[in-house]
């Protein structure tokens, strides 16, 4: 059983530019949550997305976006970067909405300078 | 608007001994889950223990066991003969019990756990 893998581990990017992170779920897994960490705090729910659809989401701007394939792997895109968008970015899988356990990868680190 | 608080930032226990992590959270509702997940440096989040709010019972994974008051809203993370390899980061995380609605985890700040040799 594949686990949760996420792509790339790290990322420098500039203020302003956009950005695209990977998440390829666990196997038989239908839903994708993604969580901001910045340093020495706990995860923030950015959104959901179950069965290719956005299924919730938390308090984070319109520039954060994202998408799942038929496959169930997702995308998270971050449009117009700023300082304060440095964080690990977390992707976590299950096997559905009803209170699954999420099982997570082992992040992307974003640093935006 | 869930909000999962712990209070201890950092804690130290001698390998071998035990040491109990608090966490409370405030919530109106009655159907819930609630889970302690640990980050090591590599910075993978490891699912520690989950504990259904409708079961009495406290839930335990071999070292691992949790003190869940329902009423006090408190969910304490009991760590036995601890391990080097249990020094981590530790949180603890909350997920409403909705059928339908997402499954977001609301987590506290965390806890720098380290087991001194």
């Known amino acids: 059983e594949t686990g949760v893998t996420q792509s790339p581990t790290h990322l420098i990017k500039t203020r302003g530019q956009q950005v695209t992170l990977r998440c390829s779920s666990q196997?038989?897994?239908?839903?994708v949550s993604w969580y901001q960490q910045a340093l020495g705090q706990g995860p923030q729910f950015i959104f959901q997305?179950?069965?290719?659809?956005?299924?919730g989401r938390g308090n984070f701007p319109p520039r954060f976006s994202g998408l799942q394939f038929p496959n169930y792997s997702s995308e998270l895109n971050v449009n117009a970067l700023e300082l304060d968008d440095s964080a690990l970015y977390l992707c976590?899988?299950?096997?559905?909405?009803?209170?699954?356990?999420?099982?997570f990868g082992p992040g992307t680190r974003l640093l935006v300078l | 608007a869930q909000t999962v608080t712990q209070s201890q930032p950092e804690m130290s226990v001698q390998e071998a001994e035990t040491v109990t992590l608090s966490c409370t959270y405030d919530?109106?509702?009655?159907?819930?889950?609630l889970f302690w997940y640990k980050q090591p440096p590599s910075r993978q989040m490891i699912l520690v223990i989950r504990?259904?709010?409708?079961?009495?019972q406290n839930a335990t994974e071999n070292r691992f066991s949790v003190n869940f008051q329902k009423a006090a809203k408190s969910f304490s993370l009991k760590i036995s003969d601890s391990q080097l390899g249990d020094t981590a980061m530790y949180f603890c995380?909350?997920?409403?019990?909705?059928?339908?609605?997402?499954?977001?985890?609301?987590f506290g700040k965390g806890i720098t756990l380290s087991v001194r040799p």
């Open positions: 995380a909350f997920s409403q019990g909705v059928d339908g609605a997402n499954s977001k985890l609301t």
């Open positions: 196997s038989g897994h239908n839903t």
């Open positions: 997305y179950y069965r290719e659809e956005e299924n």
């Open positions: 919530t109106s509702e009655n159907n819930y889950y």
């Open positions: 976590a899988s299950s096997l559905g909405v009803n209170q699954e356990t999420q099982y």
């Open positions: 504990q259904e709010a409708y079961k009495q």
